[in-house]
């Protein structure tokens, strides 16, 4: 073996190693590089009692709702098995919409719901004209439509979305 | 062995000096048509987003600088290990040359980054993992290049950098798979496994401007590397031949 190889063998040998420990580490801290938890682990009582978190998820339809001043307002944040309700006064960004993604840093109240101070939208990767979404839309709409005709079941089974 | 094409022959500065001037008009004018071409494709032919609107034309600058901050890391790398195994001098100086621009395209990214966050999000930033390792990413770079101009013997800063490239190189998989492995605000990525979520022309025009970032990187890291052959060459009688203007 030429010392450059066993050079070579020993640049990769310690990568290797470099990139194991590194896995390691990382695996140890996941909780908390994870930028919010979801509605499930807050039932399941992950969540940090007093303290500031952030939770993220789908913004349930058809769950905004505003008090007469304008500011106030309550949804519900989902991950499609567990729901939470979420108060926040101030102003959302433009891309909150219902349906989309969400994710909010705040505390959990005594009633078992959220106070957001800060609420920020998470939008997902997909980029396309007006036109095309709509007829994504319409085509999903048009499947879930036949499924729940299939299934003969009253509402369509709302899909879980990737990427919220 | 004269007819045989040599490889090694360009690892020796003096040959590797004339060849890199002559490629530099090339990359440099192949840079700006992808440069146009992408330009004229991303704000003019493709189409507005069906939820950002108009705003999301800054992926066209956006997504070529993190893919180019990422991969010219992964390069210098490469050279960092060549360089440490196999002792050529060539290589700590491409290194080298290459470390401002990787710089600058992190600074790009993060840049470009908050000016879309703040509309879309609400936020110019959040310590999520896609945007932490990015920054960790150019602190690198500053790193490296702090590092190589403390120690003024060539060698011993090649070497000294070529370490610190290769530990921090576990970083850029970190920075890629992040929006995967953890819950982050950052989306994930729109081109997977040779599937893209984006319109076609959208898809085109970031494709044509991540070809003119890697070009025009190509294109200043030969200029920048011709100037840093010069400095650490001048002893030796080709780099004297040069500046006498014999060299040509």
Known sequence: MKSRHKKLALIGGALAIIGIIAALVLNALNSNIALYISPTDVAAGKAPQGQLFRIGGLVKEGSLTREADGVTMRFI???????????????????????????????????????????????????????????????ANRAADKKAAAANAPAATEKPKAGY | ?????????????????????ALIPYFAAVSVVFGLAGLYLGMLVAPTDFQQGEGYRIIFIHVPASWMSMFIYLVMAFWAAIGLA???????????ALAPTGA????????????????MWGAWWVWDARLTSELILLFLYIGYMALTAAIDDPRRSDKAGGLLLLVGVVNVPIIYFSVKWWNTLHQGSSINMGKSSMAETMLWGMLLMAMCFWMYSIAVALMRVRTIMLERERHTDWVKAELSGEGK
């Open chain 1, 77 to 139: 944040v989902t991950d499609t098995d567990k729901d939470l309700t979420v108060n926040y006064k101030g102003i959302l960004p433009d891309l909150f919409k219902e349906g989309k993604g969400v994710v909010a840093q705040g505390k959990l109240t005594e009633t078992g719901t959220f106070a957001a101070t800060e609420v920020l939208a998470k939008h997902d990767e997909n980029y396309m004209p007006p036109e095309a979404a709509k007829a994504v839309g319409d085509a």
């Open chain 2, 86 to 96: 196999f002792n050529t001098r060539l290589s700590g100086m491409m290194a080298q």
């Open chain 2, 1 to 21: 062995m004269k007819d045989r094409f040599n490889l090694y022959k360009f690892a020796s500065p003096a040959t590797f000096y004339p060849l890199a001037g």
């Open chain 2, 104 to 119: 600058l395209m992190a600074f790009l990214s993060l840049w470009t980054g908050a000016l879309w966050g703040k509309p």
